[in-house]
């Protein structure tokens, strides 16, 4: 039954297989962060912010199990950190009426996790789930501030 157990974590932690994609498996990943943003999406920033910190917390556990499991740090197929961190550079963003604000924080996202800005660099260094969650958390962060300067932006140019 552990066994069992095990496998179904890992499963969840490679986002139902997306993480096996033999090409950019962080951005394959992060393909079911734009499923959880959508399901979030009508929920009010407060809502959003419960249910992305909800989520950051079940993937340390999930992250850390996959890690064990695989022997490696921070193992390309594990994507939990990249879908479950998505939807955080979109809390308070009224995205779904401007559905160019979702692709766009698709890039940012992608870009900041890639790029990981100081001190997310650094977060890497943690061991297990925490380590490999928190760096996620946050680039995420920072995409969050620019999404907001990016929203704003287009508020003040008449472009939303």
């Not at 604000?101 to 977060?123: E, G, N, S, Y």
Request: glycine fraction near 10%.
């Amino acid at each position: 039954m552990k066994r069992l157990w095990t496998r179904l974590v890992v499963l969840v932690a490679m986002g139902f297989g997306l993480g096996l994609s033999p090409v950019a498996s962080g951005t394959t990943g992060s393909l079911l962060g734009v499923l959880l943003a959508w399901a979030i999406a009508p929920l009010s920033w407060i809502g959003q912010t419960v249910a992305v910190v909800l989520m950051i917390l079940a993937a340390i556990p999930v992250c850390h199990v996959a890690e064990r499991e695989f022997g490696k740090k921070d193992d390309g197929r594990v994507v939990a950190d990249e879908y479950v961190t998505f939807p955080l550079c979109l809390i308070g963003i009224p995205w779904m009426s401007q559905l160019w604000l979702l692709c766009a924080a698709f890039l940012v996202h992608r870009a900041l996790d890639i790029w990981k800005p100081t001190p997310a660099r650094q977060m890497q260094n943690i061991p297990g789930g925490v380590g490999i969650v928190l760096d996620d958390v946050v680039s995420s962060l920072y995409g969050l501030g620019v999404m907001h300067l990016l929203w704003w932006a287009a508020q003040r140019f008449g472009l939303a």
